[in-house]
């Protein structure tokens, strides 16, 4: 039997803050430069990034990203 997303998520959340950090590096070392939205070379995306910096806002607090990433990927 296979490990799950939350099985691997469980028990990477086992871990310590830096070796969380590093796994979380090293997982994204392995997706593909060639998605979409996914560089920060892409001049789009830069633009993006500039624009939203930019705009005035307060931005989200970081409690609150983590909240909503949290309820979207499930306990």
Do not use: C, H, N, Y
């Not at 796994?23 to 633009?47: C, H, K, R, Y």
């Amino acid at each position: 039997m296979s490990a799950t997303r939350e099985d691997v998520l469980k028990s990477a959340m086992e871990l310590s803050e830096i070796d969380r950090l590093l796994l979380a590096t090293q997982l994204m070392e392995t997706v593909s430069d060639d998605l979409p939205g996914w560089s920060i070379d892409d001049p789009d995306f830069a633009a993006e990034l500039d624009r939203r910096a930019d705009d005035g806002s307060a931005g989200i607090p970081w409690e609150t990203v983590r909240a909503q990433l949290q309820a979207d990927l499930g306990p």
